[in-house]
């Protein structure tokens, strides 16, 4: 996939829980934690919106274009 989510490394700066955000910007926690390992197909404009809001930061903080093969070659790299 070349969208790569780090919505972990962000709720980990922000000291905050998946369940917290969850209730803070009023979706499931089923739904964020799809998001989060990156199995979602989609992110509407409103829950990044949220996301952002709630977290303070930026889309692209959360959200990063990741070439195809290029993750894997971190991968291998970092092994």
Do not use: H, W
Not at 27 to 37: E, P, Q
Not at 62 to 78: N, P, T
């Amino acid at each position: 996939m070349a969208i790569k989510v780090n919505l972990d490394r962000v709720l980990l700066d922000r000291k905050m829980s998946l369940t917290e955000l969850a209730e803070r910007v009023g979706i499931t926690l089923a739904n964020l934690s799809i998001l989060k390992t990156g199995k979602a197909r989609a992110v509407r404009f409103s829950t990044l919106d949220a996301l952002c809001r709630e977290l303070e930061c930026q889309p692209a903080d959360i959200l990063v274009y990741v070439q195809d093969g290029a993750e894997d070659s971190l991968k291998i790299a970092a092994e």
